[in-house]
């Protein structure tokens, strides 16, 4: 009855020109304040079950549920919390992929050329021959996308005469496997280990990690409380690609399943890195509702390097050759025998329109 009488009053002080400020009233107080503090603690409780390191997953908990009790999150909403909740969490420990968004997202930047707000980002660009017998294609993202993965067989296929092939990683912020699944298998004369995975055991048994069956994924025994697995790369039946010169441009954007990529030609000493360090965030996880309009990425497993059980958090994946990120693509067509003139010309037309640097600062190795 008592909110019934606030609404209607409100009706009528908007009709005669007076505003009332509903979000001052103790009943709507109280009502952001249970909210807020709901949503910090649903983020709190996922990250004591959930997070690949539980000891830091602890930690992360404990420092949310104190600025519960100090009241910190009580009068923010929207980005105001998630931003507090981020700075919280990363003041315990940083992690490249841990945060929280208000549901209705954040808009993408602005044109670098225009100034105009872009549209989505798409997963591939510039796909074909940039020069006779060298073969381009930029990865964007690796998404969850059976066209994507269908377009990147087809370009691998369509190229298979090349005696090189640039990917150009340095605008690519992550995804998945299956993209990786169709283009490995041309590269490798016999079946190659590329990166090792490992999944907090729990989260894996509840059959809903982020790491479902999948062909180019072996089960193989691990450390305690992690379902660990390794992605192989399995050759296909045509051995016109083996030879192939494979460059890898990577930037500090360069991030999660991008670094995942790289890794894995670099380690197994199948493609060339050239750019800067890659941006350094490791853990790959999932997405969850906290309620009241936000939802958190929480990282849950790890990749590494099978032969070091390194991993590249915080540090990113080194360059075998570093150059400026903006110069990669004129350094790999010059050692190519490409003239340094038209190489230019070549890698203005081929620069990527989204970022090559990283937005967040690195973060530090998590204490395991």
């Not at 602890?58 to 998630?82: F, M, Q, T, V």
Request: proline letters at 7%.
């Amino acid at each position: 009855m008592i909110r019934s009488r606030l609404i209607l009053s409100a009706l009528l002080l908007a009709a005669s020109g007076t505003a009332l400020p509903l979000a001052a009233t103790p009943a709507a107080a109280e009502e952001a304040e249970a909210s807020a503090n709901a949503v910090a603690e649903r983020y709190a409780m996922l990250l004591e079950r959930d997070y690949v390191y539980p000891e830091t997953g602890k930690r992360y908990a404990a420092a949310i549920r104190a600025a519960i009790a100090a009241g910190r999150y009580a009068p923010l909403s929207g980005a105001a919390l998630a931003e507090a909740l981020d700075a919280d969490v990363n003041a315990v420990q940083p992690d490249g992929h841990l945060h929280v968004r208000p549901r209705e997202g954040a808009a993408p930047p602005p044109d670098a050329r225009t100034g105009k707000p872009r549209g989505p980002k798409p997963p591939v660009e510039q796909a074909g021959w940039i020069a006779p017998g060298i073969a381009f294609i930029r990865f964007n993202l690796f998404p969850d996308d059976a066209a994507v993965t269908a377009t990147a067989a087809k370009f691998m296929a369509d190229h298979a005469d090349a005696k090189a092939i640039i990917f150009d990683i340095r605008s690519h912020n992550g995804g998945g496997i299956e993209q990786m699944n169709v283009i490995f298998p041309w590269l490798f004369a016999e079946p190659t280990r590329l990166v090792t995975m490992a999944t907090r055991a729990s989260v894996d048994e509840s059959g809903e990690g982020p790491l479902g069956e999948d062909e180019g994924l072996r089960l193989v025994t691990g450390d305690p409380g992690m379902v660990t697995r390794e992605h192989w790369a399995t050759p296909n039946g045509d051995a016109r690609l083996r030879d192939a010169k494979i460059y890898v441009l990577t930037s500090g954007a360069t991030g999660s399943a991008a670094e995942h990529f790289a890794l894995a030609m670099k380690h197994t000493h199948r493609g060339t890195l050239v750019g800067s360090a890659t941006g350094g965030a490791n853990h790959f996880g999932r997405g969850e509702e906290l309620g009241g309009g936000f939802r958190a990425f929480i990282p849950v497993g790890r990749t590494c390097d099978p032969l070091t059980g390194r991993d590249w958090e915080g540090d990113g994946v080194q360059p075998d050759i570093a150059v400026a990120p903006a110069d990669a693509l004129v350094r790999v067509l010059t050692d190519l025998g490409i003239e340094a003139g038209e190489a230019k010309r070549l890698s203005d037309a081929h620069k990527p329109q989204w970022p090559m640097e990283r937005r967040r600062p690195r973060a530090a190795k998590a204490a395991r």
